[in-house]
């Protein structure tokens, strides 16, 4: 069974940068397709970034050319690199397959972007 842990939230200004890592236990997760979902106050929650096991990616229009996501298998882990930060990207994010299986959502990392 994979676990994901996910941190490297935080408090930034509009602009600034936030690098998130997924730590993911489970010796399948190389084989997977993982993505980075947020879910703001009061709305639904959104898929971001997504990358794939040979690390083809595709970004939300919201955060292309901003966010980039990329994963190093040896060490079990997913990245998203957050560049230009602004107010609306504030939010809790997420790690989980794709499609996103419900047995594998963790407690997410806070970003909180001030303006």
């Known amino acids: 069974q994979v676990q994901l842990v996910e941190s490297g939230g935080g408090l930034v200004q509009a602009g600034g940068s936030l690098r998130l890592s997924c730590a993911a236990s489970?010796?399948?997760?190389?084989?997977?397709?993982v993505g980075w979902y947020r879910q703001a106050p009061g709305k639904q929650r959104e898929l971001v970034a997504v990358?794939?096991?040979?690390?083809?990616?595709n970004y939300a229009d919201s955060v292309k050319g901003r966010f980039t996501i990329s994963r190093d298998n040896a060490k079990n882990t997913v990245y998203l690199q957050m560049n230009s930060l602004k107010p609306e990207d504030t939010a809790v994010y997420y790690c989980?397959?794709?499609?996103?299986?419900?047995?594998?959502w963790g407690q997410g990392t806070q970003v909180t972007v001030s303006s």
């Open positions: 989980n397959g794709v499609p996103a299986q419900s047995r594998y």
């Open positions: 489970g010796s399948t997760f190389r084989l997977q397709v």
């Open positions: 990358i794939s096991s040979g690390a083809l990616t």
